[in-house]
């Protein structure tokens, strides 16, 4: 389940909710508070499904929430082009998935992808 973070805490590398999109942290940079304000917090982060930019600016004790990542293993079943059939190696639940440009896999390998709420995104194939 996603839970909250505090905007000071995040730093590069983290997983963050940002514009109702999973990203990665980029750059997290903090300002000093002036006289009369709050420390602030900017961040850079990529989103991990289609890699866009976003970006933001909060105080420090602003909350954000973090996505809820499931990593898991799967087998590939079937093959059509880019969609496949993967069968998830705990539950045996069978679901499309798209596959990577990049990524050459056949029917019977196995596969390694993450669960992000109800989303899948195939990170590669497993050791």
């Known amino acids: 389940m996603a839970h909250q973070v505090e905007a000071g805490d995040v730093s590069k590398g983290d997983y ?3 514009d109702d999109e999973p990203c990665k ?5 903090k ?5 009369h304000g709050h420390a602030k ?3 850079r ?4 499904f289609d890699g866009s930019s976003h970006q933001g600016k ?3 004790d602003h909350k954000l929430m973090t996505p809820n990542i499931s990593k898991k293993t799967g087998q590939i079943v079937s093959r059509d082009g880019n969609v496949a059939q993967v069968m998830d190696m705990d539950t045996y639940e069978t679901e499309e998935m798209q596959l990577p440009d990049d990524l050459g896999v056949s029917e019977g ?3 390694k992808f993450w ?3 109800d989303r899948k995104l195939i990170k590669g194939k497993a050791d």
Do not use: C, F, Q
Not at 25 to 29: D, F, I, P, T
């Open 16 to 18: 963050v909710i940002i």
């Open 25 to 29: 942290v980029k750059e997290a940079s």
């Open 31 to 35: 300002s000093m508070a002036g006289k």
């Open 41 to 43: 917090v900017s961040i």
């Open 45 to 48: 982060a990529e989103g991990i």
């Open 58 to 60: 909060w105080g420090v």
């Open 109 to 111: 390998e196995e596969i």
């Open 115 to 117: 669960e992000i709420d």
